[in-house]
T-cell receptor, first 113, second 112 residues
Framework: DAMVIQNPRYQVTQFGKPVTLSCSQT?????MYWYQQKSSQAPKLLFH???????NEADTPDNFQSRRPNTSFCFLDIRSPGLGDAAMYLC????????????FGDGTRLSIL | GENVEQHPSTLSVQEGDSAVIKCTYS??????FPWYKQELGKGPQLIID?????GEKKDQRIAVTLNKTAKHFSLHITETQPEDSAVYFC???????????FGAGTTVTVRA
């Protein structure tokens, strides 16, 4: 009955080799978020989509991009992963962008060789 | 921007005892305060939330209190069980934008 589904759960890529992480939701929420979470830290917001409007955080590296082809799906593209990009990547959704609970998926653990 | 501080960073309690985690926030405009539980290898799970027009909210063994004047809110877990062992994050939102400002997290260990 997962409502925010992330695939794959574990991803290994090589230094500099592009990688795409995916997220889907069955909640029909308007907003989808991507977070990066490193060990023993709180999630850090990378960007979010409010419907089709893309919003990038000021400190999100240019290396990170996102696509949202429809309401249900959102993708995180890392163009040239560096060792520092190894982390857990979390997708979340909310009905509206403010004052609303965010519902998280179980994340994709990205390792860089 | 909003700054949320969370204490303690680690908490060890005996099974059956209570656990309390405290957070303070800086932006008096903040009006939404969720708490998340994150188990190892999983995403954060919303366990309870409170809005600024409410001082206390309870859901079974979990309760949250909010003191707007002092700008702090707390999570209370009663009759702790081993399955309560996890990392807990508090967060705050000012309602003007989409951001949740998270605390640094508290690792709770319940000893059997």
């Amino acid at each position: 009955d997962a409502m925010v589904i992330q695939n794959p759960r574990y991803q290994v890529t090589q230094f500099g080799k592009p990688v795409t992480l995916s997220c889907s939701q069955t909640l029909n929420h308007n907003v989808m978020y991507w977070y990066q979470q490193k060990s023993s830290q709180a999630p850090k917001l990378l960007f979010h989509y409010y419907d089709k409007d893309f919003n990038n955080e000021a400190d999100t590296p240019d290396n990170f991009q996102s696509r949202r082809p429809n309401t249900s799906f959102c993708f995180l593209d890392i163009r040239s992963p560096g060792l520092g990009d190894a982390a857990m990547y979390l997708c979340a959704t909310s009905r509206e962008p403010t004052d609303q609970p965010q519902h998280f998926g179980d994340g994709t653990r990205l390792s860089i060789l | 921007g909003e700054n949320v501080e969370q204490h303690p960073s680690t908490l060890s309690v005996q099974e059956g005892d209570s656990a309390v985690i405290k957070c303070t926030y800086s932006d008096s405009a903040s009006n939404y305060f969720p708490w998340y539980k994150q188990e190892l290898g999983k995403g954060p799970q919303l366990i309870i939330d409170i809005r600024s027009n409410v001082g206390e909210k309870k859901d079974q063994r979990i309760a949250v209190t909010l003191n707007k004047t002092a700008k702090h809110f707390s999570l209370h877990i009663t009759e702790t069980q081993p399955e309560d062992s996890a990392v807990y994050f508090c967060a705050a939102s000012d309602g003007r934008d989409y951001k949740l400002s998270f605390g640094a997290g508290t690792t709770v260990t319940v000893r059997a």
